[in-house]
């Protein structure tokens, strides 16, 4: 195999995406699943999702540990509402009808927002369920409901989880979830990566028993409605560019900041920066067969090599 020189440094790329948050990276970032990474880092970056405090004063996020309905209900309230600080949710504990709130006071108030709005519903009337481990329909179910769905009561009855995945499936939601028993206990970086399709892609829609979910602007209208996430945080992604390296990246970005709408560096809030991560990187002139080694081929295979910022084609 032929030589390539790495006059300064040389980087082999994976296709895939690392997240590089606004805020600091969680202690445990390398456990989120990688196609996860970025729903985990956007929306802790607006303040919907977060981490748990470690005694040493960093962050985790704990992505694949189980997350309660209580708690799903809370970063729903706060994606619906855009009160990310919680200033308003005590006010909503009184609205709960729910009677089995006594080890779950602090999320009363959440939960009877939700409820009032129609966005979460109890197994009965009298009871929620707050401690229980959220399944993935449940989530789902919770999330669709802050975007429009379910006026029509399809997610009750007998096949609602059918319901649910259809029109997930259909809205793209489902896209990077792979693998995943949505019928079991949920982890927190599975919500993260529901809620985040959802907030970033989703147009909220509109309800007539004539036509249906409607997800433009007017009904004879050929504009989409804006996500949540553009409504509410002004959620917007910048075009792929590259660093002085070559490297492709794109920032999620706060545009209600500008005038434009456009990212300025310094001036928009900045969500999370998505940019790609090296496999590895060289300092001196190294083979394909290394290059090859280290990335973990066993057979003939395509891959790319930045060399001072240079794309080369190389097998």
Known sequence: MKKL??????????????????????????????????????LSGMGVFNGYKNADGTYSFQPKGDITRAEVAAIVYRL?????????????????????????????????YCANAG??????????????????????????????????????????????????????????????????????????????????????????????YNSNNSLLGNTKNDTLGKKNFGLTYTESTVDEFGRPYYVWFDSRDTKTGAYVSGT?????????TPVATYTTAVTECKIAEDYGFKATKDFTVYTNGAVNAAK
Do not use: C
């Open 5 to 42: 020189l790495a006059l300064v440094l040389a980087l082999v790329m994976t296709l895939s995406l690392a997240v590089v948050g606004s805020n600091a990276a969680f202690k445990d970032a390398k456990d989120t699943t990688e196609t996860y990474a970025e729903a985990v880092d956007v």
């Open 80 to 112: 619906y509402t855009a009160d990310v600080t919680d200033k308003q949710a005590s006010l909503y504990a009184t609205y709960n009808k729910f009677s089995d709130m006594d080890g779950a006071k602090w999320a009363a108030g959440y939960i009877g």
């Open 268 to 276: 928009s809030t900045l969500y999370a920066t998505v940019k790609a």
């Open 119 to 212: 966005l979460v519903k109890g197994y009965d009337a009298k009871t929620f369920g707050p401690a229980d481990k959220v399944t993935g329909y449940q989530a789902l179910a919770m999330i669709l409901r802050a975007v429009g769905y379910d006026k029509n009561n399809e997610f009750t009855g007998a096949d609602w989880q059918l319901h649910v995945a259809q029109y997930a499936q259909q809205l793209g939601v489902l896209k990077n979830v792979k693998n995943e028993d949505l019928n079991a206990s949920a982890s927190r970086e599975l919500v993260a990566e529901l809620l985040f399709r959802t907030a970033a892609y989703v147009p909220t829609v509109t309800y007539t028993a004539a036509l249906g």
